[in-house]
């Protein structure tokens, strides 16, 4: 299946854990390193239902080959956000598995001091960006 540029962006469980979050990251680094994760891993600050939480972006191609399989640090997420590659396309919060939750519009880029009127937003730290669905 091709994935063009599309993107999913997740969060790992227990993220107030230091240990557990500390694993979850070193496992994902171990997964970049040994080159299973081939498009690499960007980390981003985000809002979920009002609650901040770190999260990650991902390719879609690299998550659907290998992250989707359900590791430990990411088997009690509630959803995921997966980005078209179209930006004109609107994005959609699935299960880990895959099953459609819903839909949220475009993602649109905003300005860090209007993210207060969202309760739903995402800091890409590589680039200094705020977007919205």
């Known amino acids: 299946m091709n994935y063009p540029m599309e993107r999913v962006i997740f969060s790992v469980d227990n993220v107030t854990d230091i240990y557990s979050y500390s694993?979850?990251?070193?496992?994902?680094d171990v997964l970049r390193a040994t080159q299973q994760i081939k498009?690499?891993?960007?980390?981003?600050?985000?809002?979920?239902?009002?609650d901040l939480e770190p999260s990650f972006m991902v390719s879609a191609r690299?998550?659907?080959?290998?992250?989707?399989?359900?590791?430990?640090f990411i088997k009690d997420q509630e959803s995921v956000m997966r980005i078209p590659g179209d930006q004109r396309q609107p994005?959609?919060?699935?299960?880990?598995?895959?099953?459609?939750?819903?839909?949220?519009?475009?993602?649109?880029?905003?300005t860090?001091?209007?993210?207060?009127?969202?309760?739903?937003?995402?800091?890409?730290?590589?680039?200094?960006?705020?977007f919205h669905c």
């Open 39 to 50: 498009d690499g891993v960007t980390m981003c600050i985000g809002s979920y239902k009002g």
């Open 91 to 110: 994005c959609v919060l699935t299960s880990v598995s895959g099953t459609f939750i819903a839909s949220l519009g475009p993602m649109k880029e905003i």
């Open 112 to 130: 860090g001091s209007s993210v207060g009127y969202y309760d739903a937003w995402t800091y890409v730290i590589a680039s200094g960006l705020y």
């Open 62 to 72: 690299d998550w659907e080959v290998i992250l989707k399989r359900g590791y430990d």
């Open 23 to 28: 694993k979850a990251i070193h496992f994902l």
